[in-house]
Nanobody, 119 residues
Framework: QVQLAESGGGLIQDGGSLRLSCVASGPAALVKDWAWYRQAPGKERELVAEILSGGLIEYSDSVKGRFTITIARDHPGATLYLQMNDLGPDDTAVYFC???????????WGQGTQVTVSS
């Protein structure tokens, strides 16, 4: 059983930086892919960045060059990070940590952390 818990959100000015963290408690080896999603008010949840099981890292076009996803493996758990630079009002959203299980492709979600960028 893996549980995800995000932190690090908050209110930041336009052009600022934040680092989000997601602590995965439990056997993180059960998870093959890791990702950050976000959901802005009135919009669908969208993929921001992901680390796939083969090591491939991908970003959405809207954050490429500004955001960096990394993972620290501290057996048996792990911590997923999202470094966000040059933030703008369009980045305002609830950010969710996500993991996809090897066994059944089930998606695991954290509770989300709010990021608000003021102009």
């Amino acid at each position: 059983q893996v549980q995800l818990a995000e932190s690090g959100g908050g209110l930041i000015q336009d052009g600022g930086s934040l680092r989000l963290s997601c602590v995965a408690s439990g056997p993180a080896a059960l998870v093959k892919d890791w990702a950050w999603y976000r959901q802005a008010p009135g919009k669908e949840r969208e993929l921001v960045a992901e680390i796939l099981s083969g090591g491939l890292i991908e970003y959405s076009d809207s954050v490429k060059g500004r955001f960096t996803i990394t993972i620290a493996r501290d057996h048996p758990g792990a911590t997923l990070y999202l470094q966000m630079n040059d933030l703008g009002p369009d980045d305002t959203a609830v950010y969710f940590c996500n993991g996809r299980r090897w066994a059944d492709d089930k998606m695991l979600w954290g509770q989300g952390t709010q990021v608000t960028v003021s102009s």
